[in-house]
């Protein structure tokens, strides 16, 4: 049973640049959500796509978005990265209605220099 | 005030000892609760759900006050295993903006 993937694992961007992650669900699972989680600190909720929309977004500025494709896997993009993005993202999988059983997968640490 | 708010840590406990966490948050809507465990430099996984008639995995209890807005869990005879960090983590009614506390990170030594 394949848990949730991401990548890349590692990534260093400079300032201003943009990146892509990607994040393939647990098998069987409808719905990505994308958290950011800083050192020392919790995940914060990014935002959740079920069913190819993002229906639920938390405190991030529009230079965060993202996409659901139709075989659940989940891309977050960031633009005009700054330094405050470094962080490692996590994504998270679960299957409706029991979407608060959430599976993380291993995350992909960003650094912008 | 923050949404989810844990003890403050860490945690330094000889193996054999029980060490409790507490957990307050601020919605009184919310819906369900867990912890988590995040080992270091890893993904979070879940631990357990909380309820509130309280419930029990072999060495972890996890209770939930409604009344008091407080959650807590409890770690019997600690192991070095036990070593990481615990987060409490709210889910909302009607909404899906999971929310987390920042942790409470546990160290049991020998």
């Known amino acids: 049973d394949a848990g949730v993937t991401q990548s890349p694992t590692h990534l260093i961007k400079t300032r201003g640049q943009q990146v892509t992650l990607r994040c393939s669900p647990k098998?069987?699972?409808?719905?990505v959500s994308w958290y950011q989680q800083a050192l020392g600190q919790g995940p914060q909720f990014i935002f959740q796509?079920?069913?190819?929309?993002?229906?639920q977004r938390g405190n991030f500025p529009d230079r965060f978005s993202g996409h659901q494709f139709p075989n659940y896997s989940s891309e977050l993009n960031v633009n005009a990265l700054l330094l405050g993005d470094s962080a490692l993202y996590l994504c998270?999988?679960?299957?409706?209605?029991?979407?608060?059983?959430?599976?993380f997968g291993p995350g992909t640490r960003l650094t912008v220099t | 005030r923050k949404e989810v708010e844990q003890d403050p840590g860490p945690f330094n406990v000889p193996e054999g000892a029980t060490v409790a966490f507490n957990c307050t948050y601020s919605?009184?809507?919310?819906?369900?609760f867990f912890w988590y465990r995040q080992d270091c430099r890893k993904e979070p996984k879940l631990l357990m759900s909380?309820?509130?008639s309280g419930n029990e995995d072999g060495r972890f209890t996890a209770q939930l006050n409604r009344a008091s807005q407080y959650i807590s869990l409890l770690i019997r005879d600690s192991k070095l295993s036990d070593s990481a960090t615990y987060l409490c983590?709210?889910?909302?009614?009607?909404?899906?903006?999971?929310?987390f506390g920042a942790g409470t990170r546990l160290f049991v030594k020998a």
């Open positions: 796509y079920y069913e190819e929309e993002e229906r």
């Open positions: 919605n009184s809507a919310s819906q369900s």
């Open positions: 983590v709210v889910f909302p009614t009607g909404g899906f903006k999971t929310i």
């Open positions: 998270a999988s679960s299957l409706e209605p029991r979407g608060y059983e959430q599976y």
């Open positions: 909380v309820y509130s």
């Open positions: 098998s069987g699972h409808d719905t």
